[in-house]
């Protein structure tokens, strides 16, 4: 019940706070882009932080997977989540050394640069979401509890990650001005 407390009270505490500030959190040398030779760092560091997580939750998803054993419906449910957390995973890895064309010497604009942060903000709050997620869905096999209702959710929000990547990717990938 602590817990739950704590996470209510930080989650107040984090919407009070800027999107840089709420990214900071995570990854301290965070400035938003504005600092030209922070990007390529900044851009790496937030894919760094969202693939950990994703792996921590594939291993979650891993352990979970024991309880779906004799049903093949669950087994199903559970491999085809279970991918696309992989997949997904294995997207924002590939992108580490992309977009060359944002950290070249070109005009990058500053509403452009706004955008990229809120998706920034927002997939990490995603991706802490689904830890929280996949943590519950261990607790319920803990506790005997039915999980198809927790694989539904973690799929779901896997599927709106997915979407909001590219959203951010498409950005990123347009975000340049010729001089």
């Not at 030209?36 to 894919?47: G, P, Q, V, W």
């Not at 979650?60 to 559970?78: F, K, P, Q």
């Not at 977009?99 to 452009?112: D, N, R």
Request: some cysteine; hydrophobic content about 40%.
């Amino acid at each position: 019940m602590g817990n739950a407390l704590e996470n209510s009270a930080e989650a107040s505490i984090g919407k009070n706070r800027t999107l840089i500030e709420r990214i900071q959190m995570y990854i301290p040398i965070y400035r938003g882009y504005k600092q030209k030779n922070l990007r390529r760092d900044e851009d790496r560091a937030i894919r760094d932080v969202v693939a950990k997580v994703l792996t921590a939750v594939k291993n979650d998803l891993a352990n979970a997977a024991r309880a779906t054993l004799g049903d093949v419906e669950a087994m199903r449910d559970m491999e085809r989540v279970r991918s696309k957390v992989d997949r997904y995973c294995t997207d924002v890895k590939k992108a580490v050394a992309g977009y060359s064309g944002v950290h070249a010497s070109v005009k990058i604009l500053e509403s452009e640069l706004d955008k990229v942060i809120e998706w920034d903000a927002n997939l990490i709050d995603d991706v802490e979401l689904l830890k929280q997620q996949s943590a519950k869905m261990l607790q319920d096999i803990d506790d005997n509890l039915p999980i198809k209702s927790d694989m539904r959710m973690i799929e779901q929000t896997v599927d709106e990650m997915i979407n909001t990547f590219r959203e951010r990717d498409n950005v990123m990938k347009n975000l340049v001005e010729e001089e």
